[in-house]
Nanobody
Framework: QVQLVESGGGLVQAGGSLRLSCAAS????????MGWFRQAPGKERELVAT???????RYRDSVQGRFDISRDNAKNTVYLQMNALKPEDTAIYYC?????????WGQGTQVTVSS
């Protein structure tokens, strides 16, 4: 059973930084794309950033230049460095990993940015 465990969420003032981590259990060679999604109250879940096993990254426009996704394949861990945070970044952030072609999700971690 593959499990994704997130950490690093919290409360921060606008302009501050947070770093999210997601550690996944399982066979390292089974993971392809890993990334982060978020869901704000009353809104649909949206893609934030993804990274392939070869390091190709993708960001939603609103976080480009502020967020940085990275990955340690040997540790099955994906990170999201979030800088210059804005109140509109407030959401529950979910780790996602494609494991042997199937999507797996973490339990989510709350990120709250105060103005």
């Amino acid at each position: 059973q593959v499990q994704l465990v997130e950490s690093g969420g919290g409360l921060v003032q606008a302009g501050g930084s947070l770093r999210l981590s997601c550690a996944a259990s399982g066979n390292p060679s089974g993971f392809s794309v890993m990334g982060w999604f978020r869901q704000a109250p009353g809104k649909e879940r949206e893609l934030v950033a993804t990274t392939s096993s070869s390091g190709i990254t993708r960001y939603r426009d609103s976080v480009q230049g502020r967020f940085d996704i990275s990955r340690d394949n040997a540790k099955n861990t994906v990170y999201l460095q979030m800088n210059a945070l804005k109140p509109e970044d407030t959401a529950i952030y979910y780790c996602n990993a494609r494991y042997y072609g199937q999507d797996r999700w973490g339990q989510g971690t709350q990120v709250t940015v105060s103005s």
